[in-house]
């Protein structure tokens, strides 16, 4: 299953932008990010069939290991994509929100954009981690 993360804004090259590569490299699915500007722009069609997540400080703050069974199950299921949205500074509308098969919160804090594609990166490959039984997530 293809993990895709398509985020409003432009990452450039930083730190955060080294973070976001880094885990992509560790993570055995396929992975893509697709960076779109403040408004408008065109996402690529999605391999179906889809799921989408939408990052949103109203979404469900989920433990990893929940993630992770989530994003198993749609792997098991067939789904052949499953899309991360992150949006711009005044988040998703309530279109995108109903939209979404999942609104995914990091919880109540409020984080930067670019600081929240380093942690969704992170989080995708704690989550594949998880499901492989690799020990990089040290529950308990």
């Known amino acids: 299953m293809l993990l895709h993360i398509i985020a409003r804004g432009k990452i450039g090259r930083s730190p955060e932008s080294e ?9 055995a699915w396929d ?9 408008g722009g065109r996402i690529p069609p999605p391999k179906e069939p889809v799921r989408t997540v939408a990052l949103d400080e109203k979404g469900r703050d989920l433990p990893s ?17 499953t899309r991360f949205l992150i949006g711009a500074a005044d988040g998703h509308s309530d279109e995108q929100r109903a939209e979404a098969d999942l609104l995914l919160a990091f919880g109540s ?3 930067p954009h670019l600081l929240a594609r380093a942690m969704l990166a992170e989080q995708l ?16």
Not at 19 to 27: A, D, G, P
Not at 31 to 39: D, F, G, H, I
Not at 68 to 77: H, N, Q, S, V
């Open 19 to 27: 973070l976001v590569n880094r885990y992509f490299t560790r993570i």
């Open 65 to 81: 290991e929940n993630l992770a069974t989530i994003l198993g199950e749609w792997r098991d299921g067939g789904i052949r994509e």
């Open 109 to 111: 804090a409020t984080w």
């Open 125 to 140: 490959y704690r989550a594949t981690s998880i499901l492989a039984g690799h020990p990089y997530h040290r529950a308990g």
């Open 31 to 39: 992975t893509k990010l697709t960076e779109l500007p403040e408004t």
